[in-house]
């Protein structure tokens, strides 16, 4: 029992700092370390992640460098 209090404990402990971190306000100086951060924070829906990948595999391939074809690579 003193087993599950003590994980009950910590658990609070642990939301509560949770909490206090969304509560503070972030800020941004630039408007693309603001998008960068929602990103990262907004999950894509799946039936859009879906449509996204449809669409770049029509996208053509970049054509090889002349280097490349010069070597065979």
């Given amino acids: 029992m ?3 209090s003590q994980f009950h404990a910590r ?5 509560g700092e949770r909490e206090r ?3 503070q306000p972030i800020e941004f ?3 693309e ?3 960068r951060h929602d990103a990262l924070h907004t999950p894509v829906p799946p039936a859009v992640g879906h ?3 449809e669409s ?3 996208l053509p391939m970049p054509a090889r460098s002349w280097w490349r074809r010069l070597l065979g690579l």
Avoid: D, H, I, S
Wanted: without cysteine; aromatic residues 0%; charged residues 30%.
């Fill in 21 to 23: 971190q969304e509560a």
């Fill in 56 to 58: 770049v595999a029509r």
């Fill in 33 to 35: 370390q603001l998008l």
């Fill in 51 to 53: 449509r996204l990948q």
């Fill in 2 to 4: 003193k087993r599950q």
């Fill in 11 to 15: 658990e609070q402990q642990q939301e």
């Fill in 29 to 31: 100086a630039t408007p």
